[in-house]
């Protein structure tokens, strides 16, 4: 008999064990006979153990007669996972432009190098024409369309988002002759929104989501959020968000978390209260996205492990209550809690990705982007860095490399230094672009700490402070 190395023993509270099965998605308690026959297999695969044992282990997965049948089941369900990738709705992220009224320190197109600075009419056509193009051959169910920048509603460009909502209702009538769906998603700064009012008010019913950053209190926002001339953009954001609280456009609030306003969550809170933002039934709530440092520029960002850590500290002083917060930035964090929501058999594998991970590309496997130098990229994050362009939408629309060429082919069983990870079918390798940016290949791997993920989500749930996780972007 073979025991699997794809197990983590987690130790409740109580003293009590679990095993988790991190191939088959099962999980069982233990005794020390279960912890003590688990040994003497990995020690001796043809070591007797108790029947009762020996049956509580081959019902859920954890020994095979041979490691080749172990493989087998591998190749099987990295099989399925890549065709479940397939179905997933697309998401075409228009960075409609280059153009922001702030210089935020952690912005992560900060470094790239811009020639243009915002889509023309043409341009436009041509990315919808595009979308249009790419949702037929896919054969997808839906798509989300995400404008985005740069900022895109500066004053300068009211006249191309015009121009974009107008294309954006042509390109829904005309899906809804085939049954294409689309929905539509807008990020801001909020600085100049109060400007496009009487805009909002006229497109409300065509935004299903707008989304405004705030990182913290006045003093901690005005430090990283700020204007060419160094002055600081709270107040300008916050009434921007009152003006779409008002209008009752959809919003959500966005805290771009890292290092120096993490501890600042719990005024986030207070603000929602005093303000009465959770009042309007347009509130949709908050949610807290890590800052990343795929580029090494960024000094205070944090893993996603380190966050939680510190996010579990403050619940644990009772500073926050998880239930304010929407944690669906966090890739490994939804991959443990479907891996759990699977365990329960409250999913499907089959109907979404819940169970196995093989590319650790998260949602963006089905991703596009477009710029404004008329490229199209694989991912938001790639966008502008043209060594990463998988295409062109002008003058026509042309793709030089598939997407299921484009780092959605790596799989972590390929990857040398995951292959003995007992997570790996839950973090997938990690993003292959940070791997790119960061280690100088794909095949390189930003390693995220996956197994210490999982241990803090059982000790929240064990707490009775699991975190919420509800998906907006990719839904």
């Given at each position: 008999m073979y025991f699997t190395k794809y197990f983590i023993e987690h130790t409740k509270k109580s003293g009590d064990k679990r095993l988790l099965n991190t191939l088959t998605g099962e999980i069982i308690d233990i005794s020390e006979k279960h912890i003590e026959a688990m040994k003497k297999l990995q020690e001796n695969n043809s070591f007797p153990i108790d029947p009762d044992i020996e049956n509580d282990f081959k019902r859920k997965g954890f020994i095979y007669e041979s490691v080749n049948k172990e493989l087998e089941l591998v190749e099987n369900m990295a099989n399925e996972a890549f065709n479940s990738m397939k179905k997933r709705p697309l998401t075409f992220f228009v960075h409609i432009s280059n153009n922001c009224n702030l210089n935020c320190d952690y912005c992560n197109y900060a470094s790239i190098e811009h020639t243009h600075d915002v889509m023309t009419q043409e341009d436009i056509d041509k990315v919808f024409l595009a979308i249009e193009k790419i949702y037929t051959e896919n054969d997808a169910e839906k798509a989300t369309i995400v404008l985005f920048g740069g900022e895109p509603f500066v004053k300068e460009n009211y006249g191309?988002?015009?121009?974009?909502?107008?294309?954006?209702?042509?390109?829904v009538e005309n899906g809804s002759k085939t049954e294409k769906r689309y929905s539509l998603l807008a990020f801001s700064n909020g600085v100049d929104l109060p400007y496009y009012k009487e805009f909002l008010e006229v497109n409300k019913r065509n935004i299903d989501y707008l989304f405004v950053t705030l990182n913290g209190p006045k003093e901690i926002h005005n430090k990283s959020r700020v204007f060419s001339d160094g002055s600081g953009s709270f107040d300008y954001t916050v009434e921007g968000i009152n003006t779409l609280i008002n209008?009752?456009?959809?919003?959500?609030?966005?805290?771009?978390?890292?290092?120096?306003?993490?501890?600042?969550l719990p005024f986030i809170s207070r603000i929602i209260s005093e303000k009465e933002w959770d009042k309007k039934t347009s509130f949709m709530g908050c949610c807290v996205s890590r800052v990343k440092n795929r580029y090494m520029t960024v000094e205070n960002s944090m893993t996603e492990d380190q966050m939680i850590e510190e996010i579990m500290s403050m619940v644990a002083d009772n500073k926050i209550q998880t239930n304010k917060f929407n944690f669906e930035d966090m890739r490994l964090l939804k991959n443990v809690m479907n891996f759990f929501d699977f365990s329960d058999k409250k999913t499907k594998f089959g109907e979404e990705d819940v169970r196995q991970h093989i590319t650790g590309c998260g949602n963006r496997s089905n991703q596009y982007s477009f710029t404004v130098d008329g490229h199209i990229y694989p991912c938001s994050p790639a966008a502008g860095n043209t060594k990463y362009a998988i295409g062109r939408y002008k003058p026509e629309i042309e793709i030089k490399i598939p997407k299921e060429k484009c780092w959605n082919s790596r799989s972590v069983l390929e990857l040398e230094s995951c292959?003995?990870?007992?997570?790996?079918?839950?973090?997938?390798?990690?993003?292959?672009?940070?791997?790119?940016?960061?280690?100088?290949?794909?095949?390189?791997?930003?390693?995220?700490?996956?197994?210490?993920?999982?241990?803090?989500?059982?000790?929240?749930i064990e707490n009775n402070t699991g975190l919420i996780h509800r998906e907006t972007v990719y839904k």
């Open positions: 191309i988002i015009e121009y974009f909502m107008e294309g954006y209702r042509a390109l209008l009752s456009i959809p919003m959500w609030l966005v805290v771009n978390t890292d290092r120096k306003n993490i501890q600042y292959r003995q990870c007992k997570a790996l079918f839950i973090c997938g390798g990690g993003c292959a672009f940070e791997a790119t940016e960061r280690n100088g290949s794909e095949y390189v791997p930003v390693c995220p700490n996956t197994e210490k993920i999982i241990h803090a989500y059982l000790d929240s």
